[in-house]
């Protein structure tokens, strides 16, 4: 068993495993020959399932995989991936291998990052920053080369323990539309969950324990005519915000036909008049938790929200540069809770 | 009664500030020291591996610095007349001196700061009195309360040292920047033109609990990076991260280049450096394998010892010889006797002197009272060797003793080392002569049993005092022996007062006990010395665990 791989897009990397690693603790990554799958399945609270084309963030060229399935299941505490990929954002090289110290697989990320010394240690330097200079010489700038390995215990999974994993499977969404931008959304949806917080925390004495079990619930609904709202109702206060003029993008005609698109529930919410309220499709969805979701915004990625009524909230997270490339893909999903 | 009372202007605030928040990071108290020409902030951690201290110059940081004594009054209130000191909460202290010469509000920023030192025998509210002489004639008082105590320092003999490097603090920054936050070690060494540095956390973990096991981060960068770095290739010492870490967010305050000192793992580790009237030093114990250094410590035998190793030195250790002994006791083990080192009283500057002075020298002025050679009859216990790599060695600057710390098995690899020192000799006449190899219990001629009160008093180490222990003794009946002869009692005899080095255990146990037991301790019998042994056992494990978890990254 053997994996080795240059990274080449590190930025992308590490903030990709700083969003997952606010979803969970654990993260399943699945090497394969030409695609890297990230799996994050907690306990309770959102799934994501990623998968990316291993040029998205390696270098496909040294690209080592070698196993006798073809494929490598790994578990990796990812926060310590992200911790550990932050020494490889401004490195000039940066290797990821798998190896072993003892008895204890690791993730060894070695990282060459060269920078520049405004001279060879001169006394009474001050300035704490380093001039770049285009000459080494004697006693000049030179360059000084730093090398940084993480090591980052990982487990090895057997072919077996995984195969039993799989995505959820869900009826056809009633209706999908791009979400705006998601640092505005995340913004919104935490001061209303705020809100709504403090309002239960300050509605006092009659159940307390029970209100504060459960944090928050947003509700979140879109219809096919470009709108999506987020709300938030209690006993205080009842808040929502609309967005309108959102695209709610064409199904591809390659892939279903004109008759199977006409099936589909979405098309069937399309038919109603936009002041409709049969025409919006409702999810309940925690609020800590979908800030949580949120936090893949770092991505600047464009965003298809899925919403099954009252059952599922799907995301679909493109990466830029990826946006019609469908094997670069963030897959979220969200249970919808009962009202 | 001491006067002590000193000004500061805003830039000296400031570096006070960076100081105390430095200080923080280490211990809740700040230790402070007021002498004739410097006063000295320092801080030793509770596990007592880490002590930070900053020596402040009495012209150069501050405005204006008096300090005086009245000899006069009541001495025993103050073991050592010649210096004062006190601790205070560093919180208290931070919130006092916080941001005020950083002036958000320029119109009232501080102008001048003034502290004074109001103690009164006959008052009973003693306070430490900082005004804050701000613009437009602004003046915030604040009177804090502190607690007089007994400072105590690491020891530290650069001369010994040797390995050595010397970098800016940036670069030490950018490393640390690279390692887990919940990294708790730090490994450093160097190989093949590089110095590594590696964080880890010993952890003890499963099988199943592999994804919670610290990350290992090494970061190599070039020797080039350093001003200079002489260091033995692949010695490897091991310190607490988070010591290194405020050590160098610190220097980098300062911006002055940091020096550290090493000789071995498990051997103390200074960091030093010096800027505008501040001296700093930080001695932080080290742990790693030492199989290899032993070795190599046994190719260079002449090394003398870190001195911080060495027993907790009684009083005036200022003027303490560094290498004492022509004549040693057999040790009980075949290790060769380290020489019973002087310690750096003064701090910063102390260590300094010593370490010009000659290891190896004979200092006949020494008033340096040898350690007790009674444990050498303890049960030779080669395990306890080891133990006592674990430990810094502590000197109590103050005329309190520390022998309570030096009964305990930590120092055990400080063979005692007997008088020699002609004067000593002649006290020890009186005394009975009796060679210091004898038994207590054979020496049924001295007075082996002391009273505490007695003891107290000689602890005030006055001219008079000593010669009234002296006078004392031999009146007192052999009979007196007790059963349960405590090794402070057999220090007294042995060593007597001599000048105003008092003999006397007093607030040394401090080091190890609350002050409020310390009558209890007077007679504390050879069971209680047992329960002292009992301490340095479960550190013991601590070095093995370092080395079975150090770093072998390839």
């Known amino acids: ?21 606010s979803l969970g603790k654990v993260c399943w990554m699945r090497l394969e020959d030409g695609v890297v799958r990230f799996t994050i399945i907690p306990d309770q609270g959102t799934q994501v399932w990623a998968q990316l084309p291993v040029e998205a963030i390696f270098e496909e060229s040294t690209y080592i995989l070698e196993s006798n399935s073809g494929v490598i299941n790994l578990e990796v505490p990812v926060g310590a991936l992200h911790r550990a990929l932050r020494s490889a954002v401004t490195a000039t090289t940066s290797q990821l291998r798998l190896t072993k110290k003892g008895n204890v697989p690791l993730l060894a990320l070695t990282v060459h990052t060269s920078s520049w010394t405004a001279g060879s240690n001169a006394i009474g330097i001050t300035a704490g920053t380093e001039e770049p200079g285009p000459e080494s010489g004697g006693s000049g700038p030179r360059e000084r080369e730093t090398v940084i390995t993480q090591e980052i215990p990982v487990k090895v999974l057997h072919e077996t323990a995984v195969e039993g994993l799989h995505e959820p499977r869900c009826r056809d969404p009633d209706v999908h539309i791009i979400l705006p931008s998601l640092f505005q959304l995340k913004s919104i949806s935490e001061r209303f969950t705020k809100l709504a917080a403090d309002a239960r925390a300050s509605a006092g004495s009659s159940n307390v324990a029970a209100s504060a079990a459960a944090s928050p619930k947003l509700e979140l609904s879109a219809n096919m005519h470009g709108s999506l709202r987020l709300g938030i109702v209690t006993d205080a206060l009842s808040i929502s915000s609309i967005w309108t003029d959102l695209v709610n993008p064409p199904l591809d005609p390659g892939q279903l036909s004109a008759a199977e698109i006409e099936q589909l529930p979405s098309e069937r919410m399309r038919g109603f008049d936009p002041a409709d309220d049969a025409g919006w499709a409702k999810v309940r969805i925690d609020g800590k938790d979908w800030g949580r979701v949120l936090s893949v915004g770092r991505l600047s990625p464009k965003v298809v929200a899925c919403f099954v009524h009252e059952t599922a909230l799907i995301l679909y997270v493109y990466l830029p540069g990826s946006w019609n490339g469908e094997d670069s893909c963030l897959t979220y999903y969200i249970n919808s809770y009962a009202a | 009664m001491t006067s002590l009372s000193f000004s500061l202007a805003p830039e000296a605030l400031v570096r006070l500030h960076n100081a105390l928040i430095c200080l923080s990071k280490f211990s809740h108290y700040a230790s402070i020291e007021a002498e004739y020409d410097l006063l000295r902030l320092s801080a030793l951690n509770l596990a007592k591996t880490a002590y930070a201290g900053f020596a402040l110059d009495a012209d150069e940081f501050f405005q204006t610095y008096i300090f005086g004594v009245n000899h006069s009054s009541n001495v025993s209130t103050r073991p050592r007349a010649d210096k004062f000191s006190c601790q205070i909460d560093v919180k208290t202290l931070l919130s006092v001196f916080k941001g005020r010469a950083s002036g958000r509000d320029k119109d009232t920023a501080v102008e001048r700061c003034e502290v004074e030192l109001r103690e009164d025998i006959d008052e009973t509210e003693c306070r430490l009195v900082i005004r804050m002489i701000c613009g437009l004639g602004v003046i915030r008082s604040y009177k804090l309360t502190y607690e007089p105590t007994t400072v105590q320092h690491a020891t530290f003999d650069r001369s010994s040292t040797t390995n050595q490097w010397c970098i800016e603090p940036r670069f030490l920054k950018e490393i640390t920047d690279h390692f887990s936050l919940s990294a708790e070690q730090l490994d450093i060494f160097s190989a093949h033109e590089k110095a590594i540095f590696t964080s880890y956390t010993t952890k003890i973990t499963d099988g199943k609990e592999i994804l919670k096991q610290p990350v290992h981060t090494s970061v190599a960068i070039e020797k080039q990076d350093f001003e200079h770095f002489i260091v033995e290739d692949n010695l490897h010492v091991v310190i607490h991260l988070k010591d290194f870490k405020a050590v160098i967010a610190h220097a980098e305050t300062a911006g002055v280049m940091i020096t550290a000192r090493y000789t071995n793992p498990c051997r103390p580790l200074q960091f030093a450096y010096d800027f505008g009237g501040v001296k700093t030093e930080f001695t932080l114990m080290t742990t790693g394998e030492s199989d290899a250094s032993d ?123 007997m008088p020699l020192q002609e004067e000593q000799a002649i006290d020890q ?25 007695g003891r107290t008093t000689s602890t005030n180490t006055n001219d008079t005092r000593g010669p009234f222990n002296r006078q004392s003794n031999p009146t007192k009946p052999a009979l007196h022996i007790p059963p349960s002869i405590d090794i402070r009692t057999a220090i007294a005899m042995l060593s007597p007062p001599k000048r105003n080095h008092s003999l006397v255990v007093n607030d040394g146990q401090h080091m190890f006990t609350s002050s409020s037991q310390l009558t209890r301790l007077w007679k504390t019998p050879w069971r209680k010395l047992a329960a002292v042994i009992a301490t340095p056992r479960h550190d013991r494990r601590v070095p093995s665990m370092y080395i079975n978890t150090m770093p072998t990254s390839e």
């Open chain 1, 1 to 21: 068993m053997r994996f080795r791989t240059q990274l080449s897009h590190v930025p992308t990397f590490s903030k990709l495993t700083a969003s997952l690693s």
């Open chain 2, 429 to 453: 006449e009186e005394a009975t002569g009796i060679p210091p190899t004898q038994r207590m219990s054979q020496v049924s001629r001295l007075p082996l049993h002391d009273d505490p009160a």
């Open chain 2, 295 to 417: 070795i190599s410590s046994s190719s260079r035998a002449a090394v003398p010892q870190l001195s911080a190793r060495q027993t907790p030195a009684p009083v005036n250790v200022s003027q303490s010889n560094n290498a004492p002994n022509t004549r040693q006791m057999p040790p009980p083990r075949s290790r060769s006797v380290r020489p019973l080192t002087g310690n750096s009283a003064r701090g910063t500057a102390e260590v300094s002197t010593q370490s010009q002075r000659p290891p190896a020298s004979i200092n006949l002025d020494s008033l340096f009272v040898p350690a007790d050679d009674d444990r050498q009859w303890d049960v030779p216990n080669e395990d306890e060797r080891d133990e006592t790599e674990d430990m810094l060695g502590w000197d109590a600057t103050t005329d309190q003793e520390t022998f309570s710390a030096s009964m305990g098995p930590r120092l055990r690899d400080i063979e005692p080392s």
